[in-house]
């Protein structure tokens, strides 16, 4: 079932990657507090998209490990005040909150650089490969992936006018998407693999995630997502479901799941956990 192999692949990043954060300091700790909770569905499918390949988990298990170091990167620093200003983040309360801003930015430093650590190991294969994955994870990262659509999110809370849906969409492309794509595409890349019907399912998949995300800022409690919700309201910023209403973004994302599944076509039978994927991101409460 898709719910236990999503918490086991969870498990097995965590497990790697908390094995890799070196020390008993105060760092080291705040680095394991941040890679705590979460679904791992970034982990989960680099490891699928490797067994989908062939792909033994001896070789897997750093690159999983190592988006899930990213992932959280990026959430302690875009909950940090100069930022999104957030309290709490799974629940608990964010790296910036528990211990102070330097520690916050500190710990995020690490995380991005352990990433690459995790994906430049003999374990993951050959040179070429473990060029190819540190290669993408830059560029899913940075000023062309997340950190670029971090950059266009700030810019649009002082813009004049609210986004548009095209722009929102490529907002959206960079600032969730840029990473599952990269996690999505890893099996292949380990393999040798042709990434392109995994870049257009997890292109789906990507932006149907965040419009859950938006329909979550609506319709959930902050017990269920433990963190705040109804900020993008509250501060007046477009999306998803600002401009296409709460059943409109609904239908987009179901059809996004649609071309999630049909990118798959090739596998078959193969892909039905990341199908499974596909359907659990916009049914989901948190």
Same mark, same amino acid.
């Given at each position: 079932?898709?719910?236990?192999?999503?918490?086991?692949?969870?498990?097995?990043?965590?497990?790697?990657?908390?094995?890799?954060?070196?020390?008993?300091?105060?760092?080291?700790?705040?680095?394991?507090?941040?890679?705590?909770?979460?679904?791992?569905?970034?982990?989960?499918?680099?490891?699928?998209?490797?067994?989908?390949?062939?792909? =033994?988990?001896?070789?897997?298990?750093?690159?999983?490990?190592?988006?899930?170091?990213?992932?959280?990167?990026?959430?302690?620093?875009?909950?940090?005040?100069?930022?999104?200003?957030?309290?709490?983040?799974?629940?608990?309360?964010?790296?910036?909150?528990?211990?102070?801003?330097?520690?916050?930015?500190?710990?995020?430093?690490?995380?991005?650089?352990?990433?690459?650590?995790?994906?430049?190991?003999?374990?993951?294969?050959?040179?070429?490969?473990?060029?190819?994955?540190?290669?993408?994870?830059?560029?899913?990262?940075?000023?062309?992936?997340?950190?670029? =659509?971090?950059?266009?999110?700030?810019?649009?809370?002082?813009?004049?006018?609210?986004?548009?849906?095209?722009?929102?969409?490529?907002?959206?492309?960079?600032?969730?998407?840029?990473?599952?794509?990269?996690?999505?595409?890893?099996?292949?890349?380990?393999?040798?693999?042709?990434?392109?019907?995994?870049?257009?399912?997890?292109?789906?998949?990507?932006?149907?995630?965040?419009?859950?995300?938006?329909?979550?800022?609506?319709?959930?409690?902050?017990?269920?997502?433990?963190?705040?919700?109804?900020?993008?309201?509250?501060?007046?910023?477009?999306?998803?479901?600002?401009?296409?209403?709460?059943?409109?973004?609904?239908?987009?994302?179901?059809?996004?799941?649609?071309?999630?599944?049909?990118?798959?076509?090739?596998?078959?039978?193969?892909?039905?956990?990341?199908?499974?994927?596909?359907?659990?991101?916009?049914?989901?409460?948190?």
């Amino acid at each position: 079932m898709f719910p236990d192999t999503l918490r086991a692949d969870a498990a097995l990043a965590k497990a790697h990657l908390h094995s890799a954060i070196v020390g008993q300091d105060q760092l080291a700790e705040a680095m394991r507090y941040a890679t705590n909770g979460g679904k791992g569905l970034r982990a989960f499918l680099v490891c699928e998209s490797a067994r989908l390949h062939g792909v =033994g988990q001896e070789r897997y298990v750093g690159p999983a490990a190592a988006i899930e170091a990213m992932h959280a990167y990026s959430l302690v620093h875009d909950d940090m005040p100069c930022m999104d200003d957030d309290d709490l983040r799974r629940g608990q309360p964010t790296v910036h909150r528990k211990w102070d801003d330097a520690t916050a930015v500190l710990v995020g430093d690490a995380l991005q650089a352990l990433a690459f650590e995790l994906v430049s190991h003999p374990s993951c294969g050959s040179a070429k490969v473990r060029t190819d994955l540190a290669l993408n994870l830059a560029r899913a990262a940075g000023a062309q992936g997340m950190v670029r =659509g971090q950059a266009l999110d700030m810019a649009a809370e002082t813009a004049a006018d609210p986004l548009t849906l095209e722009e929102i969409t490529i907002l959206q492309a960079g600032k969730t998407g840029a990473l599952i794509e990269w996690s999505a595409m890893a099996g292949a890349v380990l393999a040798g693999a042709d990434t392109a019907p995994l870049r257009a399912y997890a292109q789906a998949l990507g932006l149907a995630f965040q419009i859950a995300d938006d329909l979550l800022d609506v319709e959930a409690t902050m017990e269920q997502t433990g963190k705040a919700t109804g900020k993008d309201a509250m501060a007046g910023k477009a999306t998803f479901v600002s401009l296409l209403g709460v059943d409109g973004a609904k239908r987009r994302a179901a059809a996004l799941v649609e071309s999630a599944e049909d990118a798959l076509a090739e596998y078959g039978e193969g892909a039905h956990s990341l199908r499974e994927a596909a359907r659990f991101v916009i049914s989901r409460d948190s």
